[in-house]
């Protein structure tokens, strides 16, 4: 069930809005960001003063930009995660065996999460890295996770965030997201052709714990013109389902 806060702290949210106005707009003047956020100017100044008081943002010149202490946070928060201690040296090898552009995903807050990627001699350096969060019916890997959440949870992930597409091929009925996810059971893959974006294919397995229960999802991605055939259909997704199993090994019994 979506969490709503019963009392929410304005000021809090006035916060992070001014946080992903930074964030949306790559760094901003005061008089900018105000106008961005259709905010009182002498607000958003007291805001950003007080952010680089406490040293999450920096000024430069007349510019104020998010600093690297959410690098800190975000750092611990993924090291504190089990599934990336044990998943990063399997996908590290899973990007070194196939070249390609390899990753780990979890669901949080109904989007997916980059928890981990890591790249091959040939790999794609699309736009995304760890920590940027993606709708899950657009990816192999939200799909597979999607197929294993139980149902109820589905339809709020789908009520709170609808079915947005990203490309000409992403999901954008819930039928047809019903389907995927009932094919995506029944062979313990899921495949991205190009629903995201364009150009670039992706095979993903999901990761399990002992009880059944979904904890993430680990892929290989890589371009249309190596992703096809033999390869996309049948190697690839032997060998994502074969690192996911040790994956879940590990977890269970390390």
């Not at 105000?34 to 100017?41: F, G, I």
């Not at 589905?154 to 091929?169: C, K, P, W």
Request: hydrophobic share 35%; net charge negative.
């Amino acid at each position: 069930m979506v969490s709503t806060a019963q009392n929410p702290v304005k000021s809090v949210g006035t916060t992070f809005e001014i946080l992903n106005g930074l964030k949306e707009l790559g760094g901003a003047r005061v008089t900018e960001l105000a106008r961005h956020l259709d905010l009182p100017k002498s607000t958003v100044h007291n805001y950003l003063s007080t952010l680089e008081q406490e040293e999450y943002i920096v000024k430069d010149g007349n510019e104020y930009r998010v600093g690297l202490r959410f690098l800190e946070l975000g750092a611990y928060s993924r090291h504190e995660r089990k599934l990336f201690q044990i998943a990063k040296p399997e996908v590290d090898r899973l990007a070194d065996e196939t070249g390609e552009l390899a990753n780990v995903l979890v669901e949080e807050h109904g989007r997916g999460s980059y928890l981990y990627r890591a790249y091959g001699e040939q790999a794609v350096r699309v736009k995304a890295h760890v920590g940027t969060r993606v709708p899950l019916h657009t990816t192999a890997l939200g799909k597979a996770i999607l197929a294993y959440l139980p149902g109820e949870r589905v339809d709020e992930i789908v009520d709170r965030h609808g079915l947005a597409e990203n490309t000409e091929q992403s999901i954008s009925t819930r039928e047809e997201l019903d389907e995927t996810l009932e094919a995506v059971r029944e062979r313990g893959v899921a495949f991205d052709d190009e629903e995201r974006l364009n150009g670039l294919r992706c095979v993903a397995a999901p990761v399990l714990d002992n009880s059944d229960d979904i904890i993430g999802a680990i892929s290989v991605a890589g371009p249309t013109n190596r992703f096809r055939g033999e390869r996309f259909r049948e190697e690839l997704p032997q060998r994502v389902l074969e690192v996911a199993n040790v994956i879940e090994l590990n977890f269970t019994y390390s």
